[in-house]
């Protein structure tokens, strides 16, 4: 009777925490997802990646620019198209200015307001 009851409370445990993580998970993104200015103007913003890479889509074809705030190093998204994104690895803890066209929608990271 105990294996019977501690299978069942597996299968209801182990389904309903695999719920609640989607939905932390889920949540945490949202909470650092941002979309940077509007309009067809080149923009200048200044993130922080949250994890070592961070995912970028556009409103507008354009280039998208990483510029290190304290090296002055660029990394460079070749070219993104409206509403389809790319991904690239950034250092974790740094700071970055991005540049680019259009709405631009980083995540997951932090956004330096000043």
Do not use: C
Not at 12 to 24: F, Y
Not at 32 to 49: C, R
């Amino acid at each position: 009777m105990d294996k019977k009851r501690l299978k069942r409370a597996l299968g209801v445990a182990i389904p309903l925490a695999v719920i609640i993580i989607g939905i932390s998970y889920n949540s945490y993104i949202k909470m650092h997802t941002f979309t940077l200015s509007g309009g067809e103007i080149v923009k200048s913003e200044q993130i922080q990646p949250v994890g070592g890479k961070v995912k970028v889509t556009g409103t507008a074809d354009t280039d998208v620019v990483f510029t290190d705030i304290e090296s002055g190093e660029t990394y460079v998204i070749g070219y993104i198209t409206s509403r389809v994104g790319d991904t690239i690895k950034l250092e974790r803890g740094k700071w970055y200015r991005v540049e680019g066209i259009g709405e631009l929608t980083v995540s997951p990271v932090n956004v330096r307001i000043e």
